[in-house]
């Protein structure tokens, strides 16, 4: 069950990123802008919002199997839509509205899988290996499409291109639909014997109960921490290839550190587990990551405005870890900190806010970005109109 359950969370966050690691190409092959490209990513963040509310009742009601079992099908039947590609590239925009729709179902299952499943002193290690999973998709996310796909420049015609492309999302639509067959098929709502007196407790997702939870000052600094770190981690995934490339990286070597972002992101979650024996504290962990996490921000703008590329490797790694030290501590203190209200109710919640500051931020980056003026060789690159700056320089 746990191991179906990973897999659906790998898929989700596969098929979300899809787009980011070979923006450039996109933008060629279709006549299409860098934000239209970020937006494929972002639909997922932005229909969480809206689908998180049926998604929460489902789960909370039906239980885990209606809840992932609707989560996959989404997902699946989105990532086949974006094989129409080569027909028009809404159906690219169309296969991500379902597929985000159907994330909604597997994010809010995490901390209501870690109940059901998992004895109260493993919960914490359970939700550290569902984030994982989402990581871990991510990276593939990252690996595959430049894998498959060579540099724009090297392509003949557009339609070798475009037929690279359809390749694929046909390859993607194939791996999350065989990965679900298992999950609709065999997922359980629950062991026959309840690992814990929690899981056998009714949980309260009346008004009253949200209320009381809202106006705990300490949920409140929970989801206003969250929210930002959430939306730095999605936000730079998003916009990844857009920042490098003005500096002369390719998408391929974007690609690569997208690819050591989440790498990092793995080595935090696991990381977290340890910290967490020896703090014995959220508090400590929680402003651990946030020192880490600016750190290595601040390292890796300084690398690749200098290009040092072996600095700009470190650094992307460091963010990784700052920035995933906090999330699956952040599930389980909310889910504490909101008790009786369900798992679903309370991961939403975080979850929705983080959403919100995840556009908001990938916005502000987008409007930084266009504010920044290029010399010839980063303007040809990106076939724009060269405005004879002065701020970026073409790496050697």
């Known amino acids: 069950i746990r191991d179906r359950y990973y897999l659906t969370t790998m898929c989700t966050s596969m098929v979300q990123i899809t787009c980011s690691p070979i923006s450039n190409t996109l933008q060629t092959v279709y006549e299409l802008d860098a934000h239209q490209i970020d937006i494929t990513s972002l639909l997922f963040t932005v229909l969480y919002i809206p689908a998180n509310v049926p998604a929460t009742f489902l789960i909370d009601k039906y239980g885990l199997k209606v809840g992932m ?85 090297e392509y003949s015609t557009v339609q070798e291109a475009k037929q690279d492309i359809y390749n694929l999302f046909s390859v993607e639509a194939i791996i999350v639909t065989i990965l679900a067959i298992p999950c609709v098929i065999f997922f359980k709502n629950k062991p026959p014997t309840p690992p814990s007196i929690a899981a056998t407790l009714e949980k309260e997702d009346d008004l009253k109960t949200v209320l009381m939870a809202i106006k705990d000052p300490n949920f409140f600094f929970l989801v206003l921490q969250f929210s930002l770190g959430y939306a730095l981690y999605i936000g730079l995934q998003v916009v990844i290839t857009s920042i490098v490339i003005p500096f002369g990286f390719t998408e391929q070597e974007a690609a690569y550190f997208g690819l050591l972002f989440n790498f990092g ?36 703008t300084g690398a690749l405005v200098w290009e040092y590329d072996t600095f700009i490797n470190i ?79 073409k790496k050697k």
């Not at 899988?113 to 109260?120: E, G, K, M, R, Y």
């Not at 024996?277 to 962990?285: D, E, G, H």
């Open 69 to 153: 079992s609707s989560g996959i099908i989404l997902c699946s039947l989105g990532a086949w839509l974006r094989t129409c590609i080569n027909i028009s590239f809404r159906f690219v925009f169309l296969g991500q509205v379902i597929a985000g729709c159907g994330n909604a179902f597997v994010m809010n299952s995490v901390t209501k899988i870690s109940n059901n499943w998992f004895p109260a002193e493993e919960r914490f290690y359970a939700t550290t290996f569902n984030m994982l999973a989402n990581s871990f998709g991510m990276a593939i996310g990252f690996m595959v499409p430049p894998a498959l796909l060579k540099e724009v420049k």
């Open 315 to 393: 650094a992307a790694v460091i963010q990784g870890i700052g920035l995933q030290l906090f999330w699956n501590v952040s599930l389980e203190l909310g889910c504490e900190l909101t008790f009786p209200l369900g798992e679903a109710s309370s991961t939403s919640w975080l979850q929705t806010f983080g959403c919100l500051m995840s556009i908001v931020h990938v916005y502000i980056m987008e409007f930084c970005m266009s504010c920044l003026l290029y010399t010839s060789d980063a303007a040809d690159d990106l076939l724009c109109v060269d405005l004879g700056g002065r701020r970026i320089i």
């Open 265 to 300: 992101s793995m080595i935090g979650l696991v990381l977290s587990l340890f910290l967490l024996k020896i703090l014995k504290s959220y508090k400590k962990i929680i402003s651990t990551s946030y020192i880490l996490s600016n750190s290595a921000l601040i390292c890796f």
